[in-house]
């Protein structure tokens, strides 16, 4: 290829060259897995370049729902209001009760006086896409650090809890679901108040509660609930549903599979929670 | 061997541009499984079709854009197609003469292994092990590569690149 201060120069050879990648891309993987705030400026810089790309391909998806909306005929639209109309009829009496039950909880704590229960403020956050990239399930979310989407906020559905924000972009966020093998909730039985953590295992359908001891009170059909500690997850929301039980005396704790209960695989939307920092015995509806 | 004009580097991205689109567009949660992984199909034709110009420096530069856009590890899928590139420049000859399901299945198992590799990175830095549903993706890049061989093969004759 030319000579350089008197060596000859070759041309590199594929093996070098892929040796020499391969070292700055490990170099690149241990900066972002140790040291997160090095690798997120780059990671910033290409998740902006890649915005626009992600609004296209999701472009299809988006088209496809409105055109479907335009033709949907006006006897399905005027169905759909009825069954809305009642609906919201029929929670709103519930709310009204709700109310008047979440002020008697604030008072009797306040009578044990024990600290009041946080309130949320909630916002719809749009889908912009589901599962990015091969092996992993994430959504992207079209709110970022313009809407104050922070790092480690809870999203929910209607059904329970979706996941918690990973990465926010300034208009994306990236939301890890809980059935992530990197996802731990923490939760409490809804019958009994047993208290474990939930874990992702990769697959939608699946989660795992490990370290329960083999006398351990929880059966299939059990509900378990978020109970609030760590911090991340507010407490009291819905996460998975156990499905099997199994006790295997050669293991030193009980396998337990559960099902989440968020529908993880239909969203159009889904509720970005802030966590509000005082809330008197008022609900806010 | 002259370089190549304008007009071709711009059809080759075109290709990639495609493929990156086909792999981030959102897709219901089964039909994720069947989703091949059209990046590194169009990558190992065009290292197969023309080693001279595309190689690893270019694979691990998208690589480096994937990473971005399915927001894994930096680095991770950089190390995934540079890896890939590097394997289909060392067998570009064998992979040219083998019949065409022959070939479907060769360059299904290099992707393969380059795919081992990201599984391998994933269960390293975050313990996540590799699960069944894994393979899916892999068998559907064996079924797919005769039709795209074909339709790539169309464009490179169409373009003039050689």
Not at chain 1, 205 to 218: E, G, Q, S
Not at chain 2, 69 to 76: D, H, M, T
Request: proline share 6%.
């Amino acid at each position: 290829m030319g000579t350089f201060l008197g060596w000859s120069i070759k041309r590199p050879s594929n093996f070098t060259k892929f040796v020499a990648l391969a070292a700055v891309s490990v170099a690149l993987i241990i900066a972002d897995a140790r040291h997160r705030h090095v690798a997120t400026a780059v990671d910033g810089l290409l998740a902006r370049a890649a915005y626009p790309l992600q609004v296209l391909a999701a472009w299809p998806a988006t088209t496809a729902a409105t055109v479907w909306h335009d033709i949907t005929t006006n006897a399905h639209l005027r169905r759909e209001n009825d069954h809305l109309t009642r609906e919201n009829r029929l929670l709103r009496a519930r709310l009204t009760r709700l109310g008047a039950l979440t002020a008697e909880v604030q008072r009797l704590r306040k009578i044990l006086k024990a600290p009041p229960l946080p309130g949320y403020r909630e916002t719809l956050a749009g889908i912009l896409g589901v599962s990015s990239g091969p092996f992993t399930r994430q959504l992207t979310l079209d709110e970022g650090r313009r809407q104050h989407v922070y790092v480690g906020q809870a999203v929910i559905d209607a059904h329970g809890i979706v996941g918690q924000v990973i990465q926010v972009g300034p208009d994306i966020s990236r939301v890890m679901l809980v059935t992530d093998p990197n996802s731990g909730v923490p939760v409490i039985s809804k019958r009994n108040g047993l208290r474990a953590i939930v874990f992702g295992t990769g697959s939608l359908r699946r989660l795992k509660v490990p370290y329960l001891p083999m006398t351990a009170d929880i059966r299939a059909g059990d509900i378990l609930m978020s109970s609030g500690l760590g911090g991340v997850y507010p407490a009291g929301y819905p996460v998975a549903q156990v499905e099997r039980v199994v006790s295997d005396p050669n293991e030193p704790f009980l396998t337990v599979i559960a099902k989440p209960l968020a529908h993880l695989n239909h969203h159009t939307n889904v509720l970005l929670l802030w966590p509000l920092a005082h809330v008197a015995g008022t609900w806010h509806g | 061997m002259d370089n190549l004009t304008l007009r071709q580097i711009l059809t080759i991205a075109a290709t990639f541009a495609v493929a990156i689109l086909l792999g981030v567009t959102p897709t219901p949660g089964y039909a994720a499984l069947l989703r091949p992984d059209w990046v590194a199909i169009v990558l190992v034709y065009w290292c197969i079709a023309i080693p001279e110009r595309i190689g690893i420096g270019i694979a691990w530069l998208i690589g480096l854009l994937l990473d971005g856009l399915y927001g894994s590890l930096l680095g991770e899928q950089a190390l995934a197609k540079a890896f890939l590139a590097y394997l289909a420049l060392r067998f570009y000859l064998r992979l040219r003469i083998f019949p065409r399901w022959q070939q479907a299945v060769a360059v299904g198992l290099i992707i393969a292994a380059s795919d081992v590799v990201v599984l391998m990175v994933k269960s390293l830095v975050h313990g996540s092990p590799p699960i069944w549903s894994d393979t899916a993706p892999m068998m559907i890049n064996v079924v797919l590569w005769p039709f795209l061989f074909l339709i790539l093969r169309e464009v490179r004759r169409r373009a003039r690149i050689s």
